[in-house]
């Protein structure tokens, strides 16, 4: 079983509409939850941060649910600009991250 | 943020013989650097922690004599992948720490072995 375990997609997602997908983790003991993007042959970028409560950033929305292991993201309003991989990392200590293997999302015209 | 770089951002070798990537924190004091590599349409792997000024640490199934790591200063750590074979061809990517937190990475090495 893999740590961290996402739909790798694609996801195709008409301009304007709104596109969510999930990950799980393995590490109960994990301590932050991240968002990645990647473009293709790039370094991941950060996208943002993942809090218990939930949190919003402009169009994206990220949720945690610690019980059940699972993290969220949310993307409004999607932008050509939006698609790429995104990586649901998670933080297992020492600064050690475990990564998915990435959501590919396409949005299209 | 802090700014990574790594060079070469990519590089072509024959079978057996051996790549040195470098990392460096341009503006940033890092006392861990972290390796991971990426095969194709797979995830990020944590290959070793680079700690500055002693031995890496590497995870399971990395072999540290094949992958040699050396953070002799604050800002730069290297990666040494000794007699190359294709199967290690992939996309080395190195980053750096901010506390426990955020973590800054480089643009990344593509490695292709003939």
């Known amino acids: 079983r893999k740590e961290v375990e996402q739909d790798p997609g694609p996801f195709n997602v008409p301009e304007g509409a709104t596109v969510a997908f999930n990950c799980t983790y393995s590490?109960?003991?994990?301590?932050?939850f991240f968002w990645y993007r990647q473009d293709c042959r790039k370094e991941p970028k950060l996208l943002m941060s993942?809090?218990?409560s939930g949190n919003e950033d402009g169009r994206f929305t990220a949720q945690l649910n610690r019980a059940s292991q699972y993290i969220s993201l949310l993307i409004r309003d999607s932008k050509l600009s939006d698609s790429a991989t995104y990586l649901c990392?998670?933080?297992?200590?020492?600064?050690?991250?475990?990564f998915g293997a990435g959501t590919q999302v396409v949005v299209t015209p | 943020g802090a700014v990574v770089s790594q060079h070469p951002s990519w590089v072509i070798c024959k079978s057996g013989t051996s790549v040195k990537i470098e990392c460096r924190s341009l503006?940033?004091?890092?006392?861990?650097m972290f390796w991971y590599r990426q095969f194709p349409k797979q995830s990020l792997m944590l290959m070793a922690t680079?700690?500055?000024?002693?031995?890496?640490?590497?995870e399971q199934g990395v072999e540290k004599d094949k992958f040699l790591i050396n953070h002799a200063s604050l800002t730069l750590s290297t990666l040494t992948v000794t007699s190359a074979h294709p199967e290690d061809s992939s996309f080395y990517i190195c980053?750096?720490?901010?506390?426990?937190?955020?973590?800054?990475f480089g643009p990344g090495t593509r490695l292709t072995v003939t």
């Open positions: 980053s750096t720490a901010s506390g426990d937190y955020e973590q800054y």
């Open positions: 503006d940033f004091q890092a006392t861990t």
């Open positions: 680079s700690n500055e000024g002693s031995k890496a640490t590497y």
């Open positions: 990392v998670v933080n297992i200590g020492w600064g050690k991250l475990q």
């Open positions: 590490n109960s003991a994990s301590q932050s």
């Open positions: 993942v809090y218990s």
